[in-house]
């Protein structure tokens, strides 16, 4: 029986702590850290020049319970034009129930089948999905696929994580280069965000205003939202 990358995923998250509580909202330092990554976006898309976004098509790859195209649709994208594949069952059901049914869902490894006609996407998101994939093969085989998605002109939203958990061997940092290394025609845009979460767990104990503080330090953040454009000729 073949053990691929995919099942590997599916053992992975089989064994993470279902509704942690250090990641709800109701944390403080999960709430500043969601409102950070927000802003981020949001300046990220007005640094790309986009005015409106209830035109553009999206896609996300490993789109979970939905909390990320839902978060999308609040900001003004159209749920007509949002879809996303998820690996895991449970989790592609809890996004079928969230989600307006004109939000396109699929189940199954987005390596396997296209995540979407060749060239019609303009933006492919991926969040948190490549740091849980920890061979090279199956990361490059995904990121291809995405990068196929992607109209001319189009980008890949990246939101992910760049260094190793010494806790936690089903994680691995993706740092810039390779990120560049799995799109090597793009032009990326980059910025680090995310103050390290057990430092964020800590400080917002005392207040959560010292989130921001402490965040004004680069070396203590710890993932990375990158804009990686797809040249109209390749």
Same mark, same amino acid.
């Given at each position: ?27 403080? %330092? !999960?709430?500043? =850290?969601?409102?950070?990554? +927000?802003?981020?976006? /949001?300046r990220c898309f007005a640094a790309a020049? *986009?005015? @409106? ?58 390596? %396997? !089948?296209?995540? =979407?006609?060749?060239?019609? +996407?303009?933006?492919? /998101? ?6 849980? *994939?920890? @061979? ?59 103050? !390290? ?38």
């Amino acid at each position: 029986m073949s053990d691929t990358e995919a099942d590997r995923v599916r053992r992975r998250y089989a064994r993470r702590v279902p509704h942690d509580a250090r990641y709800s909202l109701l944390d403080p %330092a !999960a709430l500043m =850290a969601w409102q950070e990554r +927000q802003r981020a976006l /949001l300046r990220c898309f007005a640094a790309a020049g *986009l005015t @409106d976004l209830s035109t553009l098509r999206l896609v996300e790859v490993g789109s979970g319970d939905g909390a990320n195209l839902l978060e999308l649709m609040r900001i003004g994208f159209t749920p007509q034009h949002l879809a996303g594949i998820e690996l895991l069952p449970e989790r592609h059901a809890a996004a079928r129930e969230r989600l307006p049914g004109s939000v396109r869902l699929a189940l199954g490894d987005a390596t %396997a !089948a296209p995540l =979407a006609p060749a060239a019609s +996407q303009d933006i492919v /998101l991926q969040a948190t999905v490549f740091s849980s *994939l920890l @061979d090279d093969a199956f990361q490059q085989r995904l990121a291809t696929a995405m990068w196929t998605a992607l109209k001319p002109g189009g980008a890949v939203l990246w939101y992910d994580f760049t260094v190793d958990n010494p806790r936690n061997r089903d994680v691995r940092g993706v740092p810039l280069q390779r990120v560049r290394e799995l799109f090597p025609s793009g032009t990326m845009q980059s910025r680090r965000v995310t103050l !390290a979460p057990p430092i964020a767990r800590v400080v917002c104990r005392v207040h959560p205003s010292l989130y921001t503080l402490f965040n004004t330090l680069p070396l203590l953040r710890t993932h990375v939202l990158a804009w990686i454009v797809k040249p109209l000729v390749e």
